[in-house]
């Protein structure tokens, strides 16, 4: 029988913990049926060496503003950029309006409302396929495979849960790669279409299903890469079908 450690036992367990929930992830308001938000969902969160430096020479104002999840913070990360250019666009606007946008509504930021942002798996890592001492001796997990599978067990269905209990407008997953992954805590059990738009030459793949427990759009992730929603075109397009499909 393995041994786990006190940092390992109090890890899982918050996972496992429902009620803890929203303490696993990043901000914004989950919504409820009827003040219903959109939900943002990544893979994980990204932890750059950029991040390293700056936390390690963190100051007071900065680190409230981590701590509320501050919009004015979320503009400096070219992900929440784009973010805030596709639900800018959702709403009807125009990507090159992301910054106004973002400032008005506030999304994600701690106490505001309508929007929601979370990954699939908590641990931070440079890059999804990275998986360093420092995760393995806070999970308990030699390998990256093997943590996945547990959330998968353990994770999932807890976000499953507050999907069902709060029945998001629209639940937005970032990365084709975990296209099952998005439909399974949706509660949908058809794989949608692939829709292509292609900008430039670079075919762009997305996803949208209506059948499940709540709606749900699979994009591209909102970074670089060619196949990525890399520019205000590619975010326009993505946007005019998740419109459609969605009858908006």
Known sequence: MVTLSQTVIAFRSRIEDEAVFLDTCEGGNPGTPSNRSIWLLGIEPGWSLADEAADDEIDAEREAKLTAYAVELQLEWPFNRNAFKLLSTLNGGVPEDYREFA?????????????????????????????????ATKTGFTTKDAYRSWMRKNRFRIMTKWIERCRPRLVIGTGLTHLDDFLAITGTTEKPPAHIVTVNGHAKRLHVATCGTVPVAVIPHLSGGSHGLNSNEAIALAVAHIRTELGL
């Open 103 to 135: 400032l008005a509504a506030r999304p994600f930021e701690r106490g505001s409302t309508g929007y929601f942002k979370a990954n699939l798996f908590p641990e931070p890592c440079n890059n999804v396929g990275e998986w360093d001492d420092v995760s």
